[in-house]
Nanobody, 121 residues
Framework: QLQLVESGGGLVQPGGSLRLSCAAS????????IGWFRQAPGKEREGVSC????????NYADSAKGRFTISRDNAKNTVYLQMNSLKPEDTGVYYC??????????????WGKGILVTVSS
């Protein structure tokens, strides 16, 4: 069945870095736009970054610009989110989502279960 699996989360100090991975199970990511989202307790899920199916376009939340980089390796069926200069406000559960439309302008159709990222000293 179609599923996305996140990895790479954990506890990191402010100013540190983490690389999140989103791997597909049961399907290829070639035709899917992949987005990263996060959710803090009591808050709505918010978009962090997204990359089109071809990788030709990317976008970032204002809070992530200049610090986060999204990339994809279709040969490995994986999308990455490199997070640098992490701040405590980056703390949350991070989810990857896939859009079979192949573009980031539309909603996600598939979701991972999420992984916790905690930024604290």
């Amino acid at each position: 069945q179609l599923q996305l699996v996140e990895s790479g989360g954990g506890l990191v100090q402010p100013g540190g870095s983490l690389r999140l991975s989103c791997a597909a199970s049961g399907f290829t990511l070639d035709y899917y736009a992949i987005g990263w989202f996060r959710q803090a307790p009591g808050k709505e899920r918010e978009g962090v970054s997204c990359i089109s199916s071809t990788g030709d376009s990317t976008n970032y939340a204002d809070s992530a610009k200049g610090r986060f980089t999204i990339s994809r390796d279709n040969a490995k069926n994986t999308v990455y989110l490199q997070m640098n200069s992490l701040k405590p406000e980056d703390t949350g559960v991070y989810y990857c989502g896939g859009a079979y439309a192949g573009v980031c302008s539309y909603g996600m159709n598939y979701w991972g279960k999420g992984i916790l990222v905690t930024v604290s000293s």
